[in-house]
């Protein structure tokens, strides 16, 4: 008897193989056309027995990319999802499952019903396996599962050495571009895998609005983008440029080498300096989009940034600010604007589609109008995007809007900063017993390809991935506590490089967008002086290594301990945790602070949450934000004139230290 893991991991196991009916399931459907044949016709229904619809749900055909930022395919998804959370119980819903995914797109069916096991209550202990071996197609080239399929066929069927396919950096791209320097960690599948998965915590215009959704769409990718920033620093390139002139060719382009499908359909490839277009594609359900629509929208929401107010439906004011005691925070407001989220957005008419128009304008700079009938390019996809050097050039554009609005926001005062009575005397960190000199480098690890691809053989097919990663090592903090009582305090931990591209130090406003979160937690200080030491694999932004279809089979049921029962899938991964560093030594600012726990915590009225891993990029399940301070602080707002630098909030603040630590690449590889 299949246990209910079991159940899940059969549906979204081989994705792309039709599978036959069992016949339990009374569907009702158009006649027997192809599935791309019944787009646009009759939905299929479920019948007498089911009483559900699928409505929109196979409007993406089958073999196509899937996009979550085209708001005709989010409504494809929400209507399977809607159809799958009426189900009764597990046993209701695989079988609709079942039927379901020989009838709509792959990648739609995979996300939805994603969806589904982390919200329907019946599923709570199933646990999701790696994006990677549901789509190992959306990681490596086909040329390479090309060569491994060749391998299979020609396999004597006894032999059971597991046929390997090895990836990793540089091997889709040479040096000579400068932007390629980067690549490894762009194309990394732990990166990849946790966009897509941020994605499915966060949609667009479907399910419960988590809390404070705006203002962490914001934050999320504003710190991926510091992250990115310190990886171009490690590596010698200046930092990432936003795409503002949408008039002008742009100079990089992006050829994944990946496929949409098991068919070899290809992703749209960007040549260098391609020109972004008007967006002619119906044939996909877009509505025709002009550059000029894009333009538009961004004054508008740069107006309303500088008047401090947007303007409602029905014309009324809603004021920009983030020192608010009610209501939503100015970010909050615009991050849901400029997304953007039609149901949550003040005026979306108004403010239109800024955010996800733009990545598909991007997505079709090949083939705008279908005149070359090539599929959209790799910033369509949640789980491909962050592997095109577009993607960061866009989102920084998006960034420097909400700095925009940040700026406009008071600077913190002395009090708003300081903790009185606690004094954070040193900090460092400490790795094989070395202080304050972390270590990163090459290592590698393995996924059972086999689980997402259908290559009609029981052959099995590994990738071996090449990644970075470092050595693990612990936060060290010296702290006082003044007072007779014991005093909670929130830590909050940041990493920025300590000098600019050409050698310099940064000041304040410089370096403030580079302060990557490393960990934010809770602690208790005694009086007296507390010695407090954090392990590095328990950060706040981070998950556990990825559950693989054979950990979820095999291994020890997931929830033995607290983080692995807190995982859902959304997190930085571990192991990208810390930027590259130099061949030679590369020096970075530990900045650490600690505020009144009385003054961030966070009323959550009973809701006992799931999915608290990686809670600062990724939130905790149907309950509130755990920080009640604006995402960021204290970093989120420009200085005040007395604080020049952040080693002037140390020097200030008794609750707030600075220290300089090296990160080391150890190009010969990691030794853990
Ligand atoms: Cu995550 Cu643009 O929002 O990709």
């Known amino acids: 008897m299949a246990t209910d893991q079991g159940k899940v991991l059969r549906l979204l196991e081989k994705p792309y193989e039709t599978q036959r009916s069992d016949g339990t399931l009374d569907i009702e459907f158009p006649g027997e056309l192809g599935v791309t044949e019944r787009v646009g016709g009759t939905p299929p229904t479920i019948g007498a027995r089911g009483g559900a619809q699928l409505g929109q749900a196979t409007s993406v055909p ?305 083939d705008n109008d279908n005149a070359h009938k090539e599929e959209m390019g790799v910033m369509g996809d949640s789980a491909t995007a962050m592997r095109d050097p577009i993607f960061y050039r866009w989102h920084k554009f998006i960034d420097d809007m909400f700095q925009e609005y940040k700026l406009t926001q008071q600077p913190y005062t002395l009090e708003e900063l300081s903790l009185p009575n606690v004094v954070l005397e040193r900090v460092g960190v400490l790795s094989k017993e070395q202080p304050d000199a972390l270590t990163t480098g090459w290592t590698v690890r393995e996924f059972e390809a086999f689980r997402g691809l259908d290559f009609n053989s029981n052959a099995p097919v590994n990738l071996r991935l090449t990644h970075i990663d470092h050595s693990p090592f612990d936060y060290h903090l010296q702290v006082k506590n003044q007072l007779q009582t014991p005093k909670q305090v929130t830590v909050r931990i940041f990493l920025a490089p300590k000098f600019n591209v050409r050698g310099l130090e940064m000041n304040f406003m410089e370096q403030r967008l580079l302060w990557a979160e490393m960990d934010k937690f809770t602690v208790t200080l005694k009086p007296g002086m507390n010695h407090v030491v954090q392990p590095s694999k328990d950060s706040s932004i981070t998950n556990p290594d990825e559950y693989t279809f054979r950990d979820l089979e095999t291994g020890p049921q997931p929830g033995t301990s607290r983080r692995e029962f807190n995982f859902c899938g959304c997190g930085w991964p571990q192991h990208v945790l810390l930027p590259r560093g130099t061949p030679g030594g590369m020096i970075f600012q530990l900045f650490v602070m600690l505020t009144d726990l009385e003054k961030d915590k966070v009323d959550q009225q009973g809701n006992t949450g799931r999915c608290a891993n990686a809670v600062s990029f990724c939130g905790i399940l149907d309950s509130k934000f755990p920080d009640g301070r604006p995402m960021g602080f204290p970093f989120d707002r420009r200085n005040a004139p007395q604080f020049q630098s952040a080693a002037a909030f140390a020097e200030q603040l008794d609750n707030a230290n600075l220290h300089d630590i090296t990160i080391t690449f150890l190009a010969s590889g990691l030794q853990k």
């Open 62 to 366: 089958r073999g196509k990319a899937f996009s979550l930022f085209i708001e005709s395919h989010r409504r494809a998804a929400k209507d399977l999802i809607d159809a799958f959370m009426k189900t009764d119980g597990l046993q209701g819903l695989v079988e609709l499952a079942t039927r379901a995914k020989n009838l709509v797109n792959e990648s739609l069916f995979v996300y939805a019903f994603s969806y589904v096991v982390l919200h329907k209550k019946d599923l709570h202990s199933v646990r999701l396996p790696s994006l990677v071996e549901m789509f190992p197609n959306k990681f490596v080239p086909q040329e390479d599962i090309m060569k491994a399929q060749i391998e299979a066929n020609r396999r004597d069927p006894n032999d059971t050495a597991p046929i390997v396919i090895e990836y990793g950096p540089e091997f889709a791209s040479t040096n000579i571009k400068p932007e390629h320097r980067v690549s490894y960690w762009r194309e990394d599948y732990g990166i990849n895998s946790h966009h897509w998965h941020w994605h499915l915590v966060y949609p667009v215009g479907f399910g419960e609005a988590p809390d404070r959704k705006g203002e962490l769409f914001f934050y999320m990718h504003q710190q991926m983008l510091a992250r990115y920033d310190m990886e171009r620093l490690s590596v010698g390139l200046n930092r990432t440029e936003k795409l503002e002139n949408w008039r002008v060719p742009v100079p990089d382009g992006y050829f994944s080498k990946l496929t949409v499908n098991n068919t070899s359909r290809a992703w749209g490839t960007r040549q260098d300096n391609s020109m972004l277009m008007d967006l002619r594609r119906e044939d996909i359900g877009l509505e025709p989009l002009d550059i000029t629509d894009l333009e538009i929208w961004r004054s508008r929401i740069f107006d309303a940034i500088h008047q401090g107010y947007m303007n409602d439906r029905n014309g009324e004011k809603v004021p920009l600010s983030d020192n608010v005691t009610s209501g939503k925070r100015g970010i909050d407001i615009l991050g849901d604007a400029v997304e953007a989220d039609r149901r949550l957005s003040v005026n979306s008419l108004y403010y239109g589609d800024l955010h996800n128009q733009g990545h598909i304008v991007i997505a079709f700079t090949h």
